[in-house]
């Protein structure tokens, strides 16, 4: 089982829809969650952490179950430019090395 | 903003060659990372620096070395490049995202292609 696992998608949902992505992880003592965005051939960029009480930034809701071990992005009223790929990464207990997921890629069209 | 700026950003080289990639950053992190992102792979861990002279592996070593001779440099070099190791590369460094999370933050990339 891999470590961080991702639907690799492609989601292709029209503007103004409403996208879910979910995300599990496999070790159950995992400090910090984060989903990063990456546009094609640019590097990863941090869009939000993800917290234990849940947090919004926007049109973006992150969550995190730590019983069932999955994190989830939720994206509102989705704009063209929303469209990339969008990473899950845990950082593990012991700490200073991140795992990334693999990425679920987002198409939105007109 | 971690600063941080990788050369070449594109290069093109033969099958046996050297090649070295700099990883440049302006911030005083300690921690520094070198990856490879490759379809269907995602981003693996190449090396990562704890300091000055401290480096380790992660998980695609092979083929691949590492110096760091002052903090704000973190070289990644491939001692006889093959054609397996086109790839994108990413240098990172540790940031404290504003919610006070370590995480990292990744350099513009360096997109090598080995024939």
């Known amino acids: 089982r891999k470590e961080v696992e991702q639907d690799p998608g492609p989601f292709n949902v029209p503007e103004g829809a409403t996208v879910a992505f979910n995300c599990t992880y496999s070790n159950s003592a995992s400090q910090s969650f984060f989903w990063y965005r990456q546009d094609c051939r640019k590097e990863p960029k941090l869009l939000m952490s993800?917290?234990?009480s849940g947090n919004e930034d926007g049109r973006f809701t992150a969550q995190l179950n730590r019983a069932s071990q999955y994190i989830s992005l939720l994206i509102r009223d989705s704009k063209l430019s929303d469209s990339a790929t969008y990473l899950c990464?845990?950082?593990?207990?012991?700490?200073?090395?991140?795992?990334f997921g693999q990425g679920t890629e987002l198409s939105v069209k007109p | 903003d971690a600063g941080i700026t990788q050369s070449p950003r594109h290069k093109v080289t033969e099958t046996g060659t050297p090649v070295t990639l700099r990883c440049h950053q302006t911030e005083n992190h300690r921690y520094m990372y070198w990856y490879r992102q490759d379809p269907g792979h995602g981003l693996r861990l190449i090396h990562y620096?704890?300091?000055?002279?401290?480096?380790d592996k992660g998980e695609v070593s092979d083929g691949y070395s590492v110096s760091r001779s002052k903090t704000e440099d973190f070289l990644l070099t491939l001692e006889s490049a093959t054609s397996s190791q086109t790839s994108v590369y990413f240098c990172a460094t540790n940031w404290r995202e504003r919610g006070g999370q370590e995480t990292q933050y990744f350099g513009p990339g360096t997109r090598l292609l080995v024939l």
């Open positions: 993800v917290y234990s």
């Open positions: 620096s704890y300091g000055v002279k401290d480096t």
């Open positions: 990464v845990v950082n593990p207990p012991q700490g200073g090395k991140l795992i």
